[in-house]
């Protein structure tokens, strides 16, 4: 199974963009998918997450209701939609498989990861 994540760029604060986490070489219907980002000097964090099927979705404080997140399994996409982007969104977002989802998030093993989309958000 291979992750592919895209949709990244450059916009402007208070602008929107969708990601995209795409899968190929297998099926991604028996894990959760996460999404995460890194800032430069900063510590991964996870941003949202959706379990098996859709049935729940969590996100991160900082992004709760601009963020949302969806999935699509027989189009084998994962989506995460950004509104009212900050400068504080800049990072290099990355998505994964977790084989364990609660409802505070996901909890891995991280099977596979994407190999990463830059977001620039500029002021």
């Known amino acids: 199974v291979q992750l592919q994540a895209s949709g990244g760029g450059l916009v402007q604060a208070g602008g929107s963009l969708t990601l995209f986490c795409g899968v190929s070489?297998?099926?991604?219907?028996?894990?959760?998918v996460c999404w995460f980002r890194q800032a430069p000097g900063k510590e991964r964090e996870e941003v949202s997450g959706?379990?098996?099927?859709?049935?729940?979705?969590t996100y991160a404080d900082s992004v709760k209701g601009r963020f949302t997140i969806s999935r699509d399994d027989a189009k084998n996409t994962v989506s995460l939609v950004m509104n009212s982007l900050e400068v504080e969104d800049t990072a290099i977002y990355y998505c994964?498989?977790?084989?364990?989802?609660?409802?505070?998030?996901?909890?891995?093993?991280?099977?596979?990861w994407g190999q990463g989309t830059e977001v620039t958000v500029s002021s």
């Open positions: 994964a498989t977790s084989v364990t989802f609660s409802n505070l998030g996901c909890h891995g093993p991280y099977d596979h």
């Open positions: 070489g297998g099926t991604w219907d028996r894990y959760a």
């Open positions: 959706i379990d098996v099927g859709a049935w729940r979705a």
